[in-house]
């Protein structure tokens, strides 16, 4: 009966904590996100202060899902040590309560909040992303701005006898319209035969458009045209699947999503990674609170300084950064996705456990 009604108790104050430092956490990011999109978009047609609030709160559960990791490891020290500092963390040892089951609560609270990152903030910020992509283009569109993107890749497509390579500084829709359009056109020996450089491309039915055009060949001096009309065998299904970001897809939709992607022969690896990141999230979080139990248990009864707090929020930044650098391992193809993401998130809480069992078993 006493270990439940401190368990109940404990739980209480963990969620209480999560609860603030969200709320925090919240305003921080959402103040910051709507000063940066006034200073970018302010001069854009159709911009208001009304606009630039709502897509600062479409934007907000992304970035709240970025950081939740980071913000369970703050979570769990502030708790453990305002527990131990007011004594009630002494007084439950002397109730006869060994550490595994007043850490409980906050393993589980922590637990609870990673399942509600995946099943509630991520689809809510692949929704508010998406969403707010199309409020961003259509400013840019009114205001006759394109928006470079780091994500467009080279694409090479081979019609009959035409080997082509598009490259773009931006696009739209889906990657079905470029803008700065570079193509350059290849003979059967690989050698270079006609550089097109046009101001946007638009993908139709077994050709792209180019407009405003300024064509360079080897034998002749170049020419400016209106438009220009290249072959392609690309479909639009395709360039939107290829160009499509795993992080503004749904973790209910990512099965799905992976089995479109594989039926027209892309690379699932990132979709497989983001996957696998999401289902190990509640794990992640589990791990982290762990290794905040590791530095805070004993602050206040063996007087240990700042520095042991400070090791406690090294750690847990070198494990974020660790998963987020194997993620793009898995991403990659370079490591598998499930032995990317899985084996820090096992590797920590065996850590932090076995710390545990060194500090209060011997």
């Known amino acids: 009966m006493i270990a439940r009604t401190l368990s109940w108790y404990f739980f209480k104050r963990y969620m209480i904590t999560a609860l603030w430092f969200l709320l925090g956490v919240c305003g921080i990011i959402f103040l910051a996100d709507f000063s940066e999109t006034s200073r970018r978009m302010s001069g854009f047609v159709g911009y208001t202060v009304p606009g630039g609030l709502l897509m600062s709160a479409l934007r907000l559960p992304l970035i709240v899902q ?179 970001k795993p992080e503004n897809v749904a973790f209910f939709d990512i099965l799905r999503k992976i089995e479109v992607v594989r039926s027209f022969g892309i690379s699932t690896k990132p979709f497989e990674t983001q996957f696998h990141s999401l289902l190990s999230l509640p794990l992640l979080l589990v791990a982290m609170t762990l290794i905040a139990a590791t530095v805070s248990l004993r602050f206040s009864r063996m007087a240990q300084s700042r520095s042991v707090i400070l090791g406690g929020i090294v750690c847990g930044f070198v494990l974020y950064v660790v998963t987020v650098l194997v993620k793009a391992f898995g991403s990659s193809g370079v490591v598998p996705p499930f032995v990317a993401v899985w084996i820090p998130v096992v590797v920590a809480m065996a850590i932090g456990a076995t710390i545990l069992l060194h500090q209060e078993d011997g």
């Open 66 to 244: 970025q950081t939740v990791p980071t913000l369970t490891l703050f979570i769990g020290m502030t708790t453990l040590i305002t527990l131990n500092r007011r004594s009630e963390l002494v007084v439950t040892r002397a109730a006869g309560l060994s550490v595994w089951q007043f850490v409980l609560p906050f393993v589980a609270g922590a637990f609870l909040i990673g399942l509600a990152t995946v099943t509630v903030i991520n689809p809510l910020a692949a929704w508010g992303q998406n969403l707010s992509s199309t409020m961003e283009s259509d400013w840019r569109k009114a205001s006759n701005a394109s928006r470079a993107s780091n994500f467009l890749p080279w694409i090479r497509q081979i019609s009959n006898t035409d080997d082509t390579v598009i490259g773009a500084k931006g696009f739209e829709n889906g990657g079905t319209q470029l803008i700065d359009v570079v193509i350059v056109h290849f003979d059967p020996q690989g050698r270079i035969t006609l550089r097109q450089d046009a101001q946007t491309a638009t993908l139709e039915d077994g050709y792209w458009l180019l407009n405003n055009v300024l064509e360079t060949r080897t034998d002749a001096p170049p020419a400016r045209l209106p438009e220009v009309k290249v072959r392609t065998n690309l479909r639009k299904a395709y360039l939107q699947e290829s160009l499509s």
